[in-house]
């Protein structure tokens, strides 16, 4: 199984200033990777897929990038909305595979 | 508009069993892969089970391997999930969610929750 390891556990960042999220594979995904953000008492929501391509509704300042097994989120301006925890999925392989998650929280 | 509603969670006993069940609306059902995903309290998420559109393909992660089976009815546009032999860790909430076969999860339910306890 491939193991997906996210960096940092917790962001504590002030709104208004940029994010950064890892996610590394253990092995190579290609582009078949996946971001979700999932809010207190929420489902989690798509965000990325395709490493890079941002799901309908998605707001421009979620941007994915990387390929093979070095992956990254970036919130440009963070809105109060965004405070969240955020996973990355691997779906190149059976079985399907989530990071253990970066919460984002205020600073 | 996408709904998918789970349902049939509840506390059940170590080594008994438990169906759950996803009612899809809003969206071609038969055409679209069915996963069920958990969450258990406080926890991160942890993918269990995929069935594809036609129900000719299924894989599940190593730990509900034997004990879990997906299943799905396409002319009543329901996913299900059957669980023997539950364990305590198996304790979770239970999400359906839908993709392109083998793509990411575009939309998901709120969730049932199954508690696995004595």
């Known amino acids: 199984e491939i193991v997906m390891t996210q960096s940092p556990a917790t962001l504590s960042v002030s709104p208004g200033e940029r994010a950064t999220l890892s996610c590394r594979a253990s092995?190579?995904?290609?582009?078949?990777l996946a971001w979700y953000q999932q809010k207190p008492g929420q489902a989690p929501r798509l965000l990325i897929h395709g490493a890079s391509t941002r799901a309908t509704g998605i707001p421009a300042r979620f941007s994915g990038s990387g390929s093979g097994a070095e992956f990254t989120l970036t919130i440009s301006s963070l809105q109060s909305e965004d405070f969240a925890v955020y996973y990355c999925q691997q779906y190149n392989n059976w079985p399907q595979t989530f990071g253990q998650g970066t919460r984002v929280e205020i600073k | 508009q996408v709904q998918l509603v789970e349902s049939g969670g509840g506390v059940v006993q170590p080594g008994r069993s438990l169906r759950v069940s996803c009612a899809a609306s809003?969206?071609?059902?038969?055409?679209?892969?069915m996963h069920w995903v958990r969450q258990a309290p406080g926890k991160g998420l942890e993918w269990v089970a995929v069935?594809?559109?036609?129900?000719?393909?299924?894989y599940y992660t190593d730990s509900v391997k034997g004990r879990f089976t997906i299943s799905r009815d396409n002319s009543k546009n329901t996913l299900y999930l059957q669980m023997n032999s539950l364990r305590a860790e198996d304790t979770a909430l239970y999400y359906c969610?839908?993709?392109?076969?083998?793509?990411?999860?575009?939309?998901w339910g709120q969730g049932t929750l199954v508690t696995v306890s004595s």
């Open positions: 969610a839908s993709s392109e076969e083998d793509g990411p999860l575009e939309s």
């Open positions: 092995q190579s995904v290609s582009s078949n």
């Open positions: 809003g969206f071609t059902f038969s055409n679209h892969g």
């Open positions: 069935i594809w559109s036609d129900g000719s393909n299924k």
